[in-house]
């Protein structure tokens, strides 16, 4: 079985990574040392034991750009196709919005050039004095698999009927375009040959960070990296383990 993953990050303006990471593995044991090749440049394996080998490098990933990915087994080739998604960049909210209760949370961004599907995971975190005056606090998660480029959270997902006044929180917006299976149930790996598994192309703009009701000391929403590695943790999770 395979599981891949190339991406683009983009920190802020002037700050840009690149990872290319590749798993090969057989649970009853890898009979030979694996070969991954992307474009027929082969890839350097990192690390190793008896049931995986991991492979990858940090090398410059060309945006808009075909690439051919290769593992070579004892049992013979596996082999997928891959673009690696435009730059884009999230557009709305801009860079001044405050989320106050009972609006809608809108979200829009550009085009990403040659990306399947765009995944959004948008965090929400506020204090607030429930109907009855006590003080609690609300955390909102949700993920979501878009084909479109905007989409509208409705008021009452954010601010459920038992918040009567908000006091002060935060939220992030995350985005990421992607190329590849997406993540949805049924979706059937891009791994042909002898060899089965996903392997995705992902580009990652800067995310956006904002104030709920006023402006919070501390901040509570997650930062861009843990949500990346959760992201990841979601699109590895669809293989099987051990």
């Known amino acids: 079985m395979v599981w891949g993953i190339m991406d683009k990050v983009r920190e802020d303006v002037r700050t840009v990574s690149y990872e290319r990471y590749f798993e090969v593995f057989d649970y009853d044991g890898l009979r030979m040392v694996p070969i991954v090749t992307l474009n027929d440049t082969q890839v350097q394996a990192m690390s190793y034991s008896p049931t995986t080998y991991e492979y990858g490098d940090t090398n410059v990933i060309a945006t808009n750009h075909k690439y051919e990915f290769e593992v070579e087994h004892f049992w013979g080739r596996g082999f997928c196709h891959l673009v690696m998604p435009g730059d884009f960049a999230l557009t ?29 995971s948008i965090y929400v975190n506020y ?24 989409i509208i959270v409705p008021p009452e997902r954010i601010f ?6 908000v006091i002060e929180g935060d939220y992030s917006i995350t985005i990421w375009s992607g190329y590849g299976p997406p993540v949805e149930p049924g979706d059937l790996g891009n791994v042909r040959g002898n060899a089965v ?21 501390r901040r509570t929403a997650p930062d861009a990296r843990s949500e990346r590695e959760r992201f990841k943790a979601i699109l590895r999770g669809r293989l099987p383990e051990h």
């Open 92 to 120: 709305v909210p801009d860079d001044t919005h405050l989320l106050v209760q009972g609006a809608s949370l809108a979200s829009a961004w550009r085009v990403s050039r040659g990306a399947q599907w765009y995944w959004l």
């Open 160 to 165: 459920p009927p038992f918040v009567g006044q």
């Open 197 to 217: 598994g996903f392997v995705n192309a992902i580009n990652e703009p800067p995310s956006k960070y904002f104030y709920v009701g006023g402006a919070r000391a």
């Open 127 to 150: 204090d607030y004095y429930d109907t009855l005056g006590v003080w609690d606090n609300i955390e909102v998660r949700l993920d979501t698999l878009v084909h479109d480029t905007a």
